[in-house]
């Protein structure tokens, strides 16, 4: 049996663990530069608030229902997902992180008569131990194990979990779940497969393997096996790579020219992108985030963060260190003067499993060529002998202002508590 | 008299790095790890969380205003535990005290009064307090 262990609404119950009042009530959080929604609570879910609606159109909304409102803060979220994500693997065998708020569970070989008591477990000790609530999904595949989380999600008297495994009750949930929600099917094929009357993820059963086959081709036929109880989809289990590496320091002193910075972040994201090829791994998000000093009262205060997400997974010290000092750029504000800096690599896969997109615009190839004569000539000649010089692009200022204090990560943001 | 200290670089970022040169120490084999604090304090590394600690209804515990208390949100709560509690919109610092039918938070100075814990309030144990950590004054 597979489990699939999903966050609820994962940024909003990030920043609800530290601000319990929140329970119950509208929040939401904003992408980078507040433009639009990203991650609802339920309640905003009830009164219309939409993923992905953009956020001046909210305001009458916000103000109506006294909606919480909270900037992205990746540095609390990808804490929190490394949490979960520790907690999850000293409860069962094995694990696969799918994304910053998905894991996999492999539960194969344990007893079919547990299963349901250990869903019911990983759910409960999962929200004691990080305040995170989670919906556990167990069946016999891993897309059926995702849907069985979304009825997890669905129908609160689950209590955290649902283990799906009697052929009749699988039928009768595909009966009622909507083809375009099935792991796999996608926008343009659930488009095609209604145009066709096929609503249900039942209804998709029953079409004939080969029709499946000649429309949708192996990954089609794949997601048809998988709803109909056959594994297709390979359990991955992570070896010893990282799932993110993170690279910071503290400058030796405040720097406010963005070229300064620049060049820190630059050699940061080098480093970076060094141990991302030491382990054969390639990231898709970059995240640059910057403080100011805390301890100078006297000055402006200000953190800023941003996620930005390559077209392409990568490992290229040319590209990353493109990407992050362009984001810096955008970042970097005056009046502030910043005390530390970094650089998270994210999303990070097999080098090897990487799809190449038809109209990648990066000769990769040609990168990975320049790479490792990079690495090569760093090794020989002691490090950063070659490194890259920092390019400049214009960028447009950031909006944050609804930025959440960072709890687990800096002494100065961590809960104040009366006693 | 003077005392001399090494300078730190604890805020540089160091340029360069794996330098390799001269003779392998022979003790190499044999080095332990330096003592870690993160290692005594932290039993649960994924379920540990930091407050600081504003007020001193805890005083008579020896928390005072400014300390930072290390909280491990895996443990479950008991009788004597000293929790950080969500009580009514707050956090709250305070002792769990459970008899027979009724749930009080004890404060550790006599100004303050113990809170009984009923069905109206909403309360949750945030989480239970294994260590303080205190700067002594004066150093």
Redesign the interface.
Known sequence: MYGLADCNNFFVSCERVFR??LNGRPVIILSNNDGCVISRSNEAKRIGIKMGQPFYQLKQTIRRYDVTVFSSNYILYGDMS???Q??LQ?LVPATEVYSIDESFLDLRGIELSKLDDLGHHVSY?VQ????IPISVGIAPTKTLAKIASKLCKQYPKLKGSCYMHRSEDIEKVLKKFPIEDVWGIGRRFSAMLQSRSIRTAYDFTQMPMSLVQSLMHVGGVKTWRELRGEPCVEFEEQGRDKQQITVS????KELSDVRDIQQ?VA?FTSMAAEKLRKQGSVCHDVIVFMFTNRHREDKPQQFVNRLVRLPVSTDSTLELVNVATRTTEELVQAPYEYKKAGVILSDITPKSAVQTVLFDEVDHEKQDRLMRAMDAINKKQ???SVVVASAGFDGVKMNREHLSPN??SE?GD?????? | MDILTPKTHKDKVPLVEGIRAGFPSPAEDYVEPTLDLNRYVIKNPASTFYARITGDSMVGDDIHDGDIVVIDKSLEPGDGNIAVCFIDGEFTLKRIKVEKERLLLMPANPKFKPIEITEENHFVVWGIVTYIIKELKGT
């Open positions: 319990p009042d490394k949490r979960v520790m907690t000293s000790v004691r131990n990080t305040g320091r503290s400058f030796s820190q050699l002691g490090a950063r709890y687990t002494w961590i809960l104040v508590v009366k006693g």
